[in-house]
């Protein structure tokens, strides 16, 4: 069974500081990706990554892509309250049947305070 | 604006009665999937489709049968509904087999009394 192991589960900073989010697993994964989700809405892609070692950029959000495509990291710099949401990383399965589907993170809830 | 309908947004319904939660996307996707989202369990996947009429099975299939009889709609039909298929649930859709990403519906709230 493939896993993601998303952390911190939550995160509560202030307006301004820097915080980071680890996705780990043990699997290797064809691409992975990065969603945000609002309260009673659907999870929004925020990027993909597909080559090991990748790192993208969106505006304040720096997205990594481990070196072995097993792990991934997302950065905010300066976090604003409008970065609140639960975050979400999701691993595309690599071959076989099931190729092309995600196995989701259990999330990240950041909230930021003014 | 284009993506993935879902509809109802709120449905209570009692233990054994049956319903179709519909999922509608306009974007001429292949790749169509139904996710399940509890707390503290993460999004998983129930069914998924590669294509009009061809349909699979995810992690937690049992309880729920899909059929795609055409490239638009992907319905996810409950038989019998039990208290453990209280969720929030989730349609998307995908134009390369999930690779670079899925468009998701804004869900399904679903209540079994």
């Known amino acids: 069974t493939q896993l993601l192991e998303q952390s911190p589960q939550f995160l509560s900073i202030q307006e301004g500081e820097n915080l980071t989010v680890y996705c780990n697993s043990s699997?290797?994964?064809?691409?992975l990706q990065w969603y945000r989700q609002e309260p009673g809405e659907g999870p929004v892609l925020l990027v993909t990554?597909?080559?090991?070692?990748e790192v993208k950029k969106l505006k304040r959000l720096t997205f990594q892509f481990g070196d072995a495509r097993k792990d991934s990291s997302l950065h905010i710099t300066a976090a604003q309250p409008g970065d609140t949401g639960l975050y979400l990383c999701?691993?595309?399965?690599?071959?076989?049947?099931?190729?092309?589907?995600?196995?989701f993170g259990k999330g990240t809830k950041l909230s930021v305070k003014p | 604006n284009a993506g993935v309908t879902q509809t109802p947004k709120f449905q209570v319904l009692k233990t054994g009665q049956s319903m179709t939660l519909q999922c509608a996307q306009d974007?001429?996707?292949?790749?169509m999937s139904w996710y399940r989202q509890d707390p503290g369990m993460g999004l998983r996947l129930i069914h998924y489709s590669v294509g009009a009429g061809i349909t699979d099975q995810g992690e937690v299939p049992n309880g729920y049968n899909v059929s795609r009889s055409t490239t638009e709609d992907f319905p996810l039909r409950l038989l019998s509904a039990a208290p453990s298929q209280t969720s929030v649930y989730f349609c998307a859709s995908s134009l390369y087999s999930g690779f670079y990403g899925y468009t998701f519906g804004s869900g399904t709230r679903l209540t079994v009394v």
């Open positions: 990554v597909v080559t090991g070692g």
């Open positions: 974007m001429n996707h292949e790749y």
């Open positions: 699997s290797v994964f064809s691409s």
């Open positions: 999701a691993g595309v399965t690599y071959g076989g049947g099931s190729q092309g589907n995600l196995i």
